[in-house]
């Protein structure tokens, strides 16, 4: 998207030259040759705001491990320079089997670990039947946010011969 004030701006800048110029010349002065040079800043949200957009803000984190009200909230927060930190997006039991739960988490911004053992988002990992288990993505800055998944089913009676 291009901003409509910064052709107004350039063009404004070129009046002035072009009348600095007309002014130096009816007045019968020499005229020095003049190297300007003009910067033009885009409005444009940065990148981690475009992120925010379609839904996203509901995945994303300030660096505080804070979330967002809503996509404004958000493209504020990233249009201003914030940086987003730690984020779960889901972690959820798939199923079990023995004694035994199949989980998958997905998440961003950190690392993840379930009872201490680093665990991949997007890959599915198995632990032992032992109650809810809690994901903890931490960021580099130390950031930590949390969820929880419920407990498998102990025994469903299929373990045993």
Do not use: K
Not at 84 to 110: D, K, M, Q, R, W
Not at 124 to 138: D, E, I, K, M
């Amino acid at each position: 998207m291009t901003n409509p004030r910064a052709g107004r701006r350039l063009a404004t800048i070129a009046s002035l030259v072009a009348a600095a110029f007309v002014i130096a010349c009816d007045a019968g002065t020499p005229i020095e040759p003049v190297e300007a040079v003009v910067t033009i800043q885009s409005s444009r949200n940065s990148d981690a705001a475009d992120a925010c957009r379609n839904g996203g803000y509901a995945s994303l984190n300030r660096t505080d491990g804070s979330s967002f009200n809503n996509v404004g909230e958000c493209v504020s927060y990233g249009a201003h320079g914030g940086s987003f930190g730690p984020a779960i997006t889901s972690f959820e039991l798939n199923g079990n089997s023995c004694f035994t739960g199949h989980y998958t988490a997905v998440f961003s911004g950190g690392t993840g670990t379930v009872n201490g053992t680093a665990v991949t988002s997007g890959v599915q990992f198995s632990v032992p039947n032992a109650g809810p288990q809690t994901l903890v993505v931490t960021s580099s800055s130390g950031v930590s946010v949390t969820a929880t998944a419920p407990a498998p089913i102990v025994d469903d009676g299929s373990c045993y011969i």
